[in-house]
Structure formats: C-alpha cells, structure tokens
C-alpha cells in the first residue's frame, strides 16, 4: 500500500515539475528570483515575422511578478492571460502591440502594480484598464508616439494611488498640460496620494505651468502627496501650491525649468509659498535653471547672523529637507529677494543643499539660525566670507560641506579656534579647493566623532593640526596640496587611528636623504593609501618616481655611505667659501666693471658648442589640448627654419615602454621645448617629461630647456622646478603679428645654436 501511495505521489511532484517547467509557446522562460521572465521568440521563414499569439495560463508556483518582454520590435504580439490569480505585479516591456484595448488584461485583474514600458500601442481608450479594480500603481514610460489619450482612461482604477509618467512623447497635442489636468480629472479613486509626470513631451517647445490649472478637474489634488514634474520644457511655473494641494508633502521640480529668453523671470513668488507649505516636508528644485547675465563682482553667497535687514522666510511646520543644488536664480523685479532669513520655528529642517548656487545678484542668507540642521552643502557657491561664530548655533550638523569657496583666508587666521569649536557631532567636513595656504593646529581639536575629512586642492605646504582626539577618523584627504612630507607628529597621529585611509596624491613629495624616515614610513605603518599610482615622490634628480615603488632600506643605506663623502669635503668647502667672499670684498668697488665682465662671459658660454653629436634639434613636450598649435603652427615654422624635432605623437614606436622612449627622446635632442599651458600644469606626462630634462640639463652643466608660456596660467600653481626653469629665460607667444614674428626668429636661432647635428638618414 505504501509503495502505490510513494508512485502516486512521485507521479505528482513530476507533473508539478513538468508544468511549472513549460513555457507558452513562443516564449522562453525563466525564474529570476521572484519574478517569472517570458521573452517572445520570433520564428523567421526569411519572408516575415510570424506574430506571438499564446494565451500565458500558466507560472511556477509562488512567482507573485510577471514580466514579458520582445528583444525584437518588429515582432507582434497578442497578450491574452487565463486566470493568473496569483500575479501582483506584472511589467511589459518593449512589445510591439497595435492596441492597448478592453480584453488586454483580462484573466489578470488582481494585479496590484503595472508597469508599462516601450509599447508601441498608440493611445488609451476609456476602457483600457478594464477590470483593474485593485491596481495601485500604473508606470507608463518611453511611449514614442501617442496619438489619443481618453480623459476617462483612469476611471476604471479605483484602488489607485500611484501614477507615474515618464518619457512620453507625441507629434500632436495629446500631452500637454491640458490634456493631463483632464485625464487627472478622470481619476475615480479616493486613494490617489503620488502623481510624477517626467519628462513629457508636446509638441510645444515651451510652456506656463499653472500648478492651479493643472488640478482644476476633478479634486485629486486635495488628496495629493507627493508630486514630481522633472525635465520638462517648461519656461515658467505659477500659482497657488499651499491651497491647490494642501495635503502635500514631497515636491520635486528637478531641471524643469529652462528659461530661453532673455526676459524670462521665475517668479519669486511661487518658491516663498512652497517653503511656507504646512504639511511639506521635501523640496527638491535641484538643476533648476533661469537665464544669469554675467554676475558682477560682488555677486556671491554670504551667510550672517543677523536678521533684522532680511525678507524673513518662516518655513512649514514639518519642512525637513531642501535642495537647491544647481540653482540659477534670476531675482524678480516684483519680489527682489537679496536678503533674505530662514526661520525654522519647529526645528525640524535637517538637510540643505546650496551647492553650485547661482544668481544674477549676491544673496545673503542666515542659515545659522537653523539649529537643527545635520546635513549642509554649500560647495561652489562663491561662498564671500564669514564671522567665525557664525556655525556656533548649528551644533547638531554631521556633514557639513563648504568646498570650493574663497574661505582659505577664514580658516587660515583662525588662531583661536572658533569655527567649529562647538561641532561635537560632525562626522564629515569639506574644505578641499578653498585656497588654504595653512591650518592652525587645534582647528578640528573638538571634533571627536569625525568620519572624513578633506582638504584636497588647497595650497597646504605642511599639514600639522591636532588629530588625536580623531579616533573614528577613516579618510583623511590630503592630495593635490603642495606637501613634501608628513611630520614625525603627524604620523605618529595617524598610526594611533585603527583603520583611516589617506590619499596624498598629487603632491610634491620628497625621497631624499632628509626625508627617509617618512619613506620608511609610507612603507611600514598600517595606514591605507589611496590613489597609490597617482602618488610620486621626487629623487636626487628631480625626478618623479612612484613612493610606493622607493626601496627605503635602500635610500636609507646610500644616504649614510654618502655622510662620509659630505665630511671629507666640508672643509675644502669652507675654504673656497670663505676666500671668495674675501675676493667679492675686495672687488665691491669694481663691482660695475665685475658685472659686465661676467655678462660677456655668460653670453659666450652660451654660444659654445657642444662636443656632443645629437640627432635632433629638439624635443617638444606638450600637453594634447595644445596638439593644433603643436601641430599646425610651431613644427611648421621649425621645419621651414630646418631645425629638426622630435614628438611623440609622430616619432614614438608603438609597443615601447613610454618612460624609456621619452628618456631615450630627451638624450638625443640638444634641447627640450617645454609648451605651457594651463593643461600642462595638470598633466603627469608633462611634468614627468620636464624633469627628466632637468635632470640631462643639470647632468650636462649647461641649459638645454627653452619654456615657452603658449597660454597663460596662475603663477600660484607653478611647481618649484618650474619656477626655477622660468626663473632664467623664456619665449612668450603672442596676438600681435610683429611679436610673433620675433619669436619665430629668437627661437629658431636658439634652436640653431650650441651643437653639432648629425645628419639625416636618406
């Protein structure tokens, strides 16, 4: 009995398997976790495409998600579904349907969540969503064509609360704003809570959004909660938000506005009632952007304390996060708004966003006044300055982000330590590209919960601030800084700190006797570097080398063979040191006569010949921004005064090792032409290439590098080698037609002179 009982089920569990494991036809299935995926096959005879006309009857047990889709679009399909009561959310995507009809979701209708997704149908009838009593949430995105949009199509929804369109797209009038004020009209259903309509299209390149229009049919905005109008083609929006949708409590306006025209304004107005909403909670305006002429001067952010001379602002009672990153504002006439103070009497503002903040006049605002803040950005927002208590009232920050800005000067002569003595909690400070040129030592002495902090981008020389309270550190950003090493102290910090990761990137670090014990250290400590291949250090040469790849026992073993070579010499040093100043005594009233004479002799030297046989005149290094001039005008004029190059555009052989190529390059020239750019001063190919030649140049006793400034650059980010080459000689291109052709001359003949070239193969 117990063995047909044992086949009986055996048979069972098989014919489980076998249905659960069958596909309709023209369909190949599979199980994607808990979603059951149908991709259309198409079966091609070589003269059409037979269409895909199964009826889906049939899913795996327990697979609650349906989702159908066609790889190819020329491929029809007919959906039919029979009694698939178990799918709650079904996804159609990329199917090439001729009509989203009455029948299309029939032996379907418990679905709670559709989504709808590159269809070709063309339109909606009133009785499209047949039978879809418990929907709750319909997704139609990337339609290309629509042609019709029945204003009752949503009728038949009456279980839903969330609508989205996104991308849809028509060469008529169909979705306009218009239309969809009427097909919200159309919605039956007392639970609608979220509408997002993104990116809609019309055919209309600009338009008015009246927020009071849009949901003047029917009254689902008085239930609303959320809404998201993004990346329209909208030129102005108005209305009344605190009385057409007074339940709201997400707003996103994200890069809607586009303003084309010069005298196009936003008004002002709008956004002063939004942030005085009583029940929203988010507003999200982020890209946002209005026609800015060119900003004067003094158009800046500033931040105060004081509110007695500003438009006061008091915020919503549940206002808890605003964002304006990418904001262009363009102030309104008729609301000018230059001044103004956020009043946050419920103290529930916990995030803000200003970064990238621009306007047509300088704003000035009294953030500090919102003591509940834990979240502020205000990077890139040409930030102007301010008090150094200003932040005393924001002790409830845990980010705070003011990149980006001219503060360095703040931030440098805060000898007392006031700017954030009093921010306990804040676990992640931004100070990078802020000009700060130094850090008083006990700065961040108070911030005892900091998470991450960077001061990359500044003008750092050392960096020696307290970080033994940092127990919780974890990064620490110093790269891009002009740092040659990290103090004895320092490291000794950072040691003490469990897991921290550092990136000191993009500095002029040093691997030199003088500094073995940070390059021993680099190797030893147990703290992680970031952006290791990014990260050089300069020899004996000048040369950049990667630090991680610099053997320390090494340089630690050749800088005390050298010690006894510095003692056998010192004497001899003092010697001649102290008889030439004896003979620059005894010449000082000859002095005018010594000056010339040694001019002459310079000059001379200058002109002597070379013993050396190169190949090349000279080697050209360049950044690739300065390829066209390169190229079109400096080899050109070269050539036609036969002096003879070498680039590694055109001269390099593929497949070699280009630190070897460029070195093998530098050896063969009589001179290195260095092309600087603003380019150049970022690029590490260049610099490499500099100090490989300054090294030849210091090898040789005699100058064989000729800088030429081909656009202008701040002086303030010249490297000390650079300033050191520039120091002596350099040619300067220029507009003028009478300039130019004197640099043409100077430099070719430079190029001519002080050596032998051997000659050119045939």
């Given at each position: ?7 009986l ?13 069958a596909?309709?036809?023209?369909y190949?299935?599979?199980t994607?976790?808990?979603t059951y995926v149908?991709t259309?096959?198409?079966?091609n005879?070589?003269?059409h495409?037979w ?5 889906i009857?049939?899913v795996?047990?327990g ?6 889709k066609?790889?190819n ?5 007919k959906?039919?579904f ?7 959310i ?7 349907i ?8 029939r ?8 989504t ?8 909606f ?19 290309g ?6 204003k009752d199509v ?18 008529t009038?169909?979705?306009t ?9 159309g919605?039956s259903s007392?639970?609608?809570q979220?509408?997002?309509?993104y ?7 600009q ?8 949901f003047r049919h ?5 239930a609303l909660?959320r809404?998201d ?5 909208i030129v ?9 949708l ?5 707003m ?6 586009a303003?084309?025209?010069?005298g196009?304004r936003?008004p ?6 939004m942030?005085?909403h009583p029940?929203?909670?988010t507003?999200?305006?982020?890209g946002?952007?209005g026609?800015?002429?060119?900003t004067n001067?003094d158009a800046?952010f ?21 964002s ?12 000018p708004?230059?001044?103004f103070?956020l009043?946050?009497q419920n103290?529930?503002l916990k995030?803000?966003d200003?970064?990238?903040f ?16 834990e ?14 208590d200003t932040?005393d009232?924001?002790?409830n920050?845990?980010?705070?982000l003011?990149g980006?800005?001219?503060?360095g000067?703040?931030v ?13 909690n ?10 700060l040129t130094?850090?008083p ?13 960077d ?6 020389q050392?960096f ?7 127990k ?24 003490e700190?469990?897991a921290?990761?550092?990136d000191?990137?993009g ?5 030199l006797?003088?500094n073995?014990?940070f390059v ?11 952006n290791k291949?990014?990260?050089?250090c300069f ?5 950049p080398?990667?630090l ?8 630690m ?10 003692l ?8 001649v040191?102290i008889?030439?100043?004896m ?9 005018a ?6 001019h002459?002799?310079?000059m001379s ?5 070379d ?5 090349r005149d000279?080697?050209?290094c ?6 066209a001039?390169?190229?079109n005008e ?6 036609d ?5 070498i680039?590694?555009?055109?001269d390099?052989l593929?497949?070699?090792?280009l630190?070897d ?14 092309i600087l750019s603003?380019?150049?001063l ?6 490499l ?19 030429i400034?081909?656009r202008e650059?701040?002086?303030?980010k ?5 300033v050191?080459?520039?120091e ?15 640099f ?19």
């Amino acid at each position: 009995m117990s063995a047909v009982v044992s086949l009986l089920v055996l048979i069972w569990l098989l014919g489980v398997g076998r249905s659960a494991g069958a596909c309709p036809e023209g369909y190949g299935c599979k199980t994607e976790r808990d979603t059951y995926v149908l991709t259309c096959k198409s079966f091609n005879d070589r003269l059409h495409l037979w269409p895909v006309l199964s009826t889906i009857e049939d899913v795996p047990i327990g697979v609650s998600h349906l989702k159908i889709k066609c790889r190819n679009h020329r491929v029809e399909v007919k959906l039919s579904f029979a009694n698939l009561t178990n799918i709650q959310i079904l996804t159609l995507e990329h199917l090439n349907i001729s009509s989203c009809g009455k029948d299309m979701f029939r032996g379907i209708t418990n679905i709670s969540h559709l989504t709808m997704n590159k269809l070709t149908c063309k339109g909606f009838e009133n009785d499209s969503f047949n039978g879809l009593k418990n929907l709750r949430s319909l997704t139609i995105e990337h339609f290309g064509e629509l042609t019709h949009m029945h204003k009752d199509v949503l009728a038949p929804l009456v279980s839903l609360q969330s609508l989205s369109f996104r991308d849809v797209r028509s060469k008529t009038n169909v979705v306009t704003y218009e239309q969809y004020s009427r097909i919200l009209g159309g919605i039956s259903s007392k639970h609608f809570q979220s509408l997002q309509l993104y990116v809609v299209h019309s055919n209309s390149r600009q338009e008015t959004l009246n927020i009071t229009d849009l949901f003047r049919h029917g009254s689902v905005g008085y239930a609303l909660k959320r809404l998201d109008i993004g990346q329209h083609n909208i030129v102005k929006i108005i209305g009344s938000p605190a009385k057409t949708l007074p339940m709201l409590e997400h707003m996103s306006l994200s890069g809607t506005i586009a303003v084309a025209s010069r005298g196009s304004r936003l008004p002002l107005q709008f956004w002063m009632e939004m942030l005085r909403h009583p029940r929203l909670e988010t507003l999200n305006v982020t890209g946002l952007s209005g026609t800015v002429p060119k900003t004067n001067s003094d158009a800046g952010f500033r931040l105060t304390k004081d509110c007695s001379q500003s438009t006061n602002i008091t915020l919503g009672a549940r206002f808890r996060s605003m964002s304006f990153s990418n904001l262009n504002l363009v102030s309104d006439s008729a609301t000018p708004l230059s001044r103004f103070c956020l009043i946050d009497q419920n103290r529930t503002l916990k995030y803000i966003d200003f970064s990238n903040f621009r306007s047509t006049s300088a704003i000035t605002t009294s953030l500090p006044q919102l003591r509940a803040l834990e979240h502020v950005d205000l990077r890139n927002v040409s930030l102007r300055g301010f008090a150094k208590d200003t932040f005393d009232n924001m002790t409830n920050v845990r980010v705070l982000l003011l990149g980006n800005n001219a503060i360095g000067n703040i931030v440098s002569n805060d000898t007392d330590s006031r700017i954030f003595h009093k921010h306990y909690n804040l676990q992640n400070l931004d100070l990078s590209a802020c000009q700060l040129t130094e850090i008083p030592y006990n700065e961040f002495s108070n911030l005892r919960r900091l998470q991450r902090l960077d001061v990359s981008g500044n003008k750092l020389q050392r960096f020696h601030v307290d970080l033994y309270a940092m127990k919780t550190l974890a990064l620490l950003n110093l790269s891009n800084n002009t740092l040659r090493s990290l103090s004895a102290n320092m490291r000794r910090a950072l040691d003490e700190i469990a897991a921290v990761k550092v990136d000191i990137s993009g500095n002029p670090l040093q691997c030199l006797c003088n500094n073995t014990d940070f390059v021993e250290w680099t190797h030893t400590t147990k703290v992680q570097f970031l952006n290791k291949s990014n990260t050089f250090c300069f020899d004996k040469n000048n040369a950049p080398v990667l630090l991680f790849n610099v053997d320390g026992e090494a340089l630690m073993t050749e800088c005390r063979s050298n010690t006894g070579w510095y003692l056998t010499v010192l004497l001899p040093l003092g010697i001649v040191f102290i008889g030439g100043l004896m003979l620059i005594c005894a010449v000082y009233r000859y002095r005018a006569y010594c000056c010339s004479r040694i001019h002459v002799y310079k000059m001379s030297s200058d002109d002597k010949v070379d013993p050396v046989v190169y190949e090349r005149d000279a080697f050209i290094c360049y950044s690739s921004s300065d390829r066209a001039w390169v190229c079109n005008e400096l080899l050109i004029r070269l050539a036609d005064g036969h002096v003879s190059t070498i680039i590694h555009q055109r001269d390099f052989l593929p497949g070699s090792v280009l630190e070897d190529s460029i070195r093998e390059s530098i050896d063969k020239c009589r001179y290195t032409v260095l092309i600087l750019s603003p380019d150049f001063l970022s690029s590490n190919w260049c610099r490499l290439e500099m100090h490989l030649a300054r090294g030849r140049s210091d090898s040789r006793g005699r100058d064989v590098i000729v800088p030429i400034i081909l656009r202008e650059f701040p002086m303030s980010k010249l490297s000390p080698t650079l300033v050191a080459i520039l120091e002596k000689s350099y040619l300067k291109w220029g507009d003028n037609p009478e300039e130019q052709a004197q640099f043409w001359d100077k430099l070719i003949t430079k190029l001519k002179r002080g050596g032998n070239i051997k000659p050119m193969e045939t």
